[in-house]
């Protein structure tokens, strides 16, 4: 069975299309992970120009792993442990609610939803560029609080994570107001990661979105990560933080808007 066979079982009409989008979809992930602490919610939205919904999720599932690994890994004594506790469980029952519903949501209105949370995390990042987060007050350190508000916001991270790797949003919301340090905040939201997204693989497996030919198809783009690990390190050393971001959220504004005039245009 050649590459291109596998390709075809899953419905992709233009191999080579497909092929360097997915690769690009995974190395600017991996790129933004090891040389700037985290990854702007890129890979879905690229992959969502060449395939469907469920293809894209099945495909990044095992590329999301490797990376959170290494990230993880690296990060394994920068971790939160308390946040992490209520994140997880939240996280966790989000993706119960993600996994019961997920065969009554159909392709447009993935793709919608996976276009509407990127345009809504462009909007999130420059405004933050224009008005700061406010400093914390004594309540969001308070045991009950953190409790309460990961009841909604972790929670919804669960959904997004299973429904659409949009997870990333609303955990923001949720942790931004605590002001870890980054290292901490990178670390602990690694670990959350890295908890949902393994906790996928029996659930995407019975949904179907995970099957031996998906799986062969993201272990062919494994390559993508060391080559963006490596990236990742030299850009650091060219780009802040701030420069690169602006840049991503860019081009994940413009693919978001892409989506939506795809599905409402």
């Not at 809504?120 to 224009?130: A, E, P, S, Y």
């Not at 390559?223 to 840049?247: C, E």
């Amino acid at each position: 069975m050649t590459f291109a066979s596998v390709l075809a079982s899953i419905d992709v009409t233009n191999p080579m299309l497909f092929f360097a989008l997915a690769f690009c979809a995974a190395l600017t992930t991996a790129i933004s992970k090891a040389g700037f602490g985290g990854a702007v919610a890129i890979g879905i939205p690229i992959l969502l120009l060449v395939t469907t919904p469920r293809i894209a999720l099945g495909v990044t599932l095992p590329i999301l792993l490797v990376i959170d690994v290494w990230v993880l890994f690296s990060l394994r004594d920068k971790i939160h442990r308390q946040l992490l506790v209520i994140m997880t469980i939240f996280g966790m029952a989000g993706h119960a609610i993600g996994w019961a519903f997920f065969d009554y949501i159909s392709n447009d209105l993935l793709t919608a939803f996976i276009g509407g949370m990127s345009v809504f995390t462009v909007i999130l990042f420059f405004k933050r560029q224009f008005r700061p987060p406010s400093q914390p007050t004594a309540s969001q350190h308070n045991a009950l609080h953190m409790w309460r508000r990961g009841g909604f916001w972790c929670s919804l991270a669960g959904i997004s994570s299973f429904i659409s790797v949009t997870g990333g949003i609303p955990l923001q919301i949720y942790l931004l107001p605590y002001k870890l340090p980054r290292a901490f905040y990178v670390g602990t939201a690694a670990a959350f990661f890295f908890l949902l997204n393994l906790s996928k693989i029996p659930l995407y497996w019975n949904l179907g979105i995970l099957n031996p030919d998906v799986v062969i198809v993201s272990a062919g783009l494994l390559p993508a990560i060391p080559l963006g690990v490596w990236l990742g390190r030299k850009i650091n050393h060219l780009l802040t933080d701030k420069q690169f971001y602006f840049a991503m959220h860019v081009v994940l504004g413009v693919t978001g808007v892409k989506l939506l005039f795809d599905v409402f245009g």
